[in-house]
Nanobody, 126 residues
Framework: QVQLVESGGRLVQAGGSLRLSCATS????????MGWFRQAPGKERDFVAG????????YYADSVKGRFTMSRDNAQNTVYLQMNSLKPEDTAVYYC???????????????????WGQGTQVTVSS
């Protein structure tokens, strides 16, 4: 079992930066693919970024490429999402997720992930 706890969300002005953290528990963190998703009111949960435990490849949604950076710290059992040049359309609840599969990593699909955090609210004002 893996437990995920996000933090770092808050109100920020457009153009500003935030760093979200996702602290995990469980001994198998290093063998999990990790993802960030977000959900705005009335919309579906969308993929933001994902990292493969096997290759350390990092994948991003087109809407955040060049602005967001995902990283993981295996020693701290934590993943991060650095968000720069924030826009009002980035406003959403941001969720961290973990995938325990050892097979193909379908990073962009929410169905891939087995564990989810409770989410942290990011609000970007114009």
């Amino acid at each position: 079992q893996v437990q995920l706890v996000e933090s770092g969300g808050r109100l920020v002005q457009a153009g500003g930066s935030l760093r979200l953290s996702c602290a995990t528990s469980g001994r198998t963190f290093r063998n999990h693919n990790m993802g960030w998703f977000r959900q705005a009111p009335g919309k579906e949960r969308d993929f933001v970024a994902g990292i493969s435990w096997r290759t350390d490849n990092i994948y991003y949604a087109d809407s955040v490429k060049g602005r967001f950076t995902m990283s993981r710290d295996n020693a701290q059992n934590t993943v991060y999402l650095q968000m720069n040049s924030l826009k009002p359309e980035d406003t959403a609840v941001y969720y961290c997720a973990a995938d325990r599969s050892l097979s193909y990593y379908n990073y962009a699909s929410s169905n891939t992930y087995d564990y989810w955090g409770q989410g942290t609210q990011v609000t970007v004002s114009s």
